[in-house]
């Protein structure tokens, strides 16, 4: 099966969640060390993926089929005749 290319919406989505997600984890967590850092770039990384994976894909046009009243074929209106006096 081949996966649909990812809309503007999930690279955007997906995009911001990585930077704020980063920066908000850096922010709290205070951590300095190399390991600390790279634990939380990967964690906003797959929470990025996950985001712009689950922004809804836009869907295809849906076909209506548009069903008459019943008898609408049966009722004829009749116009009255024109009768010059």
Known sequence: ????RPTAA????GSC???FSTLAMLLLSQTS????IAVIAVSA???GLLVAMTVPMPKKPR???V???AGAER???????LTQS
């Open 1 to 4: 099966m081949i996966m649909p």
């Open 10 to 13: 999930q690279l955007a989505y």
């Open 17 to 19: 969640t990585v930077i």
């Open 33 to 36: 060390s190399g390991v600390g």
């Open 45 to 47: 990384l797959l929470l």
């Open 63 to 65: 076909v209506v089929a």
């Open 67 to 69: 069903r008459k009243p």
């Open 75 to 81: 009722q004829k209106t009749e116009e009255p005749a």
